[in-house]
Every structure is written in C-alpha cells, then in structure tokens.
C-alpha cells in the first residue's frame, strides 16, 4: 500500500504564505505525475497544481496562478506547493496524489488536474485563511 504524507498545514492570515510538503515514498517504477488537490467544505474537489517529475511541467489553476508554485526536490521524495498571498477562499483541505502514467496535451508532457487520473492518495493537510 503507497501512502503519501503531506505535511506544512496551518492556519494563518489572508496575506500570509504557506508551503506544504509530500512525501513520495519511493518505489520501482516512478511516478510521472504528482498533484495537489483541495477540497472545502461543500465543494468539489479542485485540482490545484501538478508537477510532470520526468521534465517538471506544471499545470496551476486559475484559482492559484501567479500565487503557487509547485516544485520537486528528488533527493528527498517530496513535491512541494507553495501558496502566497493566502485568501479565505484557499481554506480546505489539501491532498497530493502521485500515478506513474504519462499524459500528453497538445504534444507536451502534462498532468491533469483530474483526482480520477491518480491512484495514490495522501490523508491531506488543513489550511486555514483569516480574514
């Protein structure tokens, strides 16, 4: 059983930043794609950032865009997600996922910010914004 672990939740001020951290524990074959999904309550889940491993294409929501950063550290099995300039609006909770397919949009390596294009989940990681 793969298990992620994020960690770097909290709650801080609308204005603030945060980075959260996922472990990826490593295995035989690697992933291509890791993801950072959130979820508020009474929400949809919302793909926020992905990270393609092999070449470190990303993909940010709208949402997000200009205010993450997505990045890996390979030496350490973790993708981070940095989020500046925090809104209450970015309060949820926060999962990374990990899948070893490769994906292509328009001729380019991408990860999709689908939550069914991934198999292995992390429990997640609450961040609360303060207005």
């Known amino acids: 059983q793969v298990q992620l672990v994020e960690s770097g939740g909290g709650s801080v001020q609308a204005g603030g930043s945060l980075r959260l951290s996922c472990v990826v524990p490593?295995?035989?074959?690697?992933?291509?794609?890791v993801g950072w999904f959130r979820q508020a309550p009474g929400k949809e889940r919302e793909g926020v950032a992905t990270?393609?491993?092999?070449?470190?294409?990303?993909y940010y929501a709208d949402s997000v865009k200009g205010r993450a950063s997505i990045s890996q550290d390979n030496a350490k099995n973790t993708v981070y997600l940095e989020m500046n300039s925090l809104k209450p609006e970015d309060t949820a909770i926060y999962y990374c996922?990990?899948?070893?397919?490769?994906?292509?949009?328009?001729?380019?390596?991408?990860?999709?910010?689908?939550?069914?294009?991934?198999?292995?989940w992390g429990q997640g990681t609450q961040v609360t914004v303060s207005s």
């Open positions: 996922a990990a899948d070893a397919a490769s994906h292509y949009l328009d001729g380019r390596t991408w990860c999709p910010p689908r939550g069914d294009r991934y198999k292995y």
């Open positions: 490593s295995h035989t074959y690697r992933y291509n794609c």
């Open positions: 990270i393609y491993t092999t070449d470190s294409s990303t």
